[in-house]
């Protein structure tokens, strides 16, 4: 992003490229898994450059797999190969609302304790 974005004077290209890139690293099953793939990765692109950092991002994606990961143990179906490319369209729609709740909730909190979204 960092290096696409000194050249365009943007990261919209980046975030774009980079986004694409993380949903094809999913695989490609049903439309809507990779359409919440996709949104979710831009979104959390947004997240990155107006925080200045991974941090947030990195949190919900690691409670998103622990919650993930412990439905499926609980549930008995850990042998199941989906990923999250498989997701119904219900769960693209409820991403539609969480992916910008949880961003601009960060966002605001980052802005209130004055973080610095760039390096000296």
């Not at 919209?12 to 990765?41: M, R």
């Not at 990195?58 to 797999?65: G, Q, R, T, Y």
């Not at 199941?80 to 910008?100: G, I, K, N």
Request: proline content about 4%; some cysteine; hydrophobic content about 60%.
């Amino acid at each position: 992003v960092q290096v696409i974005g000194r050249v365009v004077r943007s990261p919209w290209p980046a975030i774009v490229l980079a986004s694409l890139l993380f949903a094809l690293a999913h695989g490609f099953g049903e439309l809507s898994g990779f359409l919440l793939l996709l949104y979710s990765a831009l979104w959390w692109g947004w997240l990155v450059i107006r925080t200045g950092g991974l941090e947030a991002v990195i949190v919900l994606h690691v409670a998103n797999n622990v919650l993930a990961f412990g439905l499926a143990a609980g549930f008995g179906e850990l042998d199941d190969s989906s990923t999250a490319a498989d997701a119904p369209w219900q769960a693209l729609v409820l991403e539609l609302v969480f992916a910008p709740l949880y961003c601009l909730t960060m966002a605001k909190i980052a802005e209130r304790r004055g973080i610095e979204r760039v390096s000296p």
